[in-house]
């Protein structure tokens, strides 16, 4: 059990993609590759990534993008055995505080309609139910939740 004190929140670097590929792969059924985390890193001028790490082991990671004054967060993922310790909320209360401090007024992102767990976390943080997206996710054709919240 994660002690919330000391997990550290800070911007994600190329040299984390490999423990972060290990959260990416225990958090989803089709996972994001390497190469995509490494785009996103070298290549994408409004992506930004921060990771939670505890005792130097990655045990989460958040992305977001910020196109003029708007954010979006592309994943949020906490390893098996973190999740529940409030690592997640930790990882996206500190996006959001990024974003704001890029001067984004509003976020997104979308939501399996079936994970409550995240869902109900959102809603804490004041994002509201925006929309449907049908069948976005590729695996299983699964509708996804479009949240939003002003910044």
Not at 84 to 106: C, D, I, P
Not at 114 to 139: M, V
């Amino acid at each position: 059990m994660p002690e919330l004190d000391s997990v550290n929140i800070r911007q994600m670097t190329p040299e984390d993609i490999d423990q972060v590929m290990v959260v990416e792969y225990s958090a989803f059924d089709v996972p994001w590759s390497r190469q995509a985390f490494e785009n996103e890193l070298n290549n994408n001028q409004f992506a930004t990534y921060f990771v939670a790490e505890l005792a130097g082991k990655i045990i989460g990671y958040c992305g977001v993008w910020v196109i003029v004054d708007e954010s979006h967060i592309t994943n949020l993922a906490v390893l098996n055995g973190y999740r529940g310790f409030k690592v997640g909320e930790s990882l996206l209360r500190q996006v959001m505080l990024y974003a704001v401090a890029q001067r984004a007024r509003s976020m997104s992102l979308e939501v399996r309609v079936s994970n409550d767990i995240a869902q109900n976390l959102y809603r804490k943080l004041g994002f509201r139910n925006g929309g449907i997206r049908k069948n976005y996710y590729s695996n299983n054709g699964e509708d996804a939740l479009v949240m939003w919240v002003r910044l």
